[in-house]
Nanobody, 119 residues
Framework: QVQLVESGGGLVQAGGSLRLSCAASGRTFSSMGWFRQVPGKEREFVAALGRSGAWTSYGNSVTGRFTISRDNTKNTVYLQMNSLKPEDTAVYYC??????????????WGQGTQVTVSS
């Protein structure tokens, strides 16, 4: 049974940092990513990476501030978030899957972890 379990969310002041973790169980995945969602808004792409970590992609709003990485020995993906802004407040979701049409294709989702950035 596949499970994705996120952790590391919380409350932080603007300018601060948080690191999210997503531990996958049941199998390994060639693509993993992070998305976020605010109530009433569409889910937003945050970051993604391939199996080796050599390929990464970031959403425009987080480029230069967030870093995605993975530890394949632990089957875990991380999202290091620096210089956090109030507009980064959202529920962050981990996603995992393969590739389709040259792009990541996500089949599994975590339950989400809340990140709140105070001004």
């Amino acid at each position: 049974q596949v499970q994705l379990v996120e952790s590391g969310g919380g409350l932080v002041q603007a300018g601060g940092s948080l690191r999210l973790s997503c531990a996958a169980s049941g199998r390994t995945f060639s693509s993993m990513g992070w998305f976020r969602q605010v109530p009433g808004k569409e889910r937003e792409f945050v970051a993604a990476l391939g199996r080796s970590g050599a390929w990464t992609s970031y959403g425009n709003s987080v480029t230069g501030r967030f870093t995605i990485s993975r530890d394949n020995t632990k089957n875990t993906v991380y999202l290091q978030m620096n210089s956090l802004k109030p507009e980064d407040t959202a529920v962050y979701y981990c996603a995992a899957g393969g590739w389709s049409g040259g792009k990541p294709s996500y089949d599994y989702w975590g339950q989400g972890t809340q990140v709140t950035v105070s001004s």
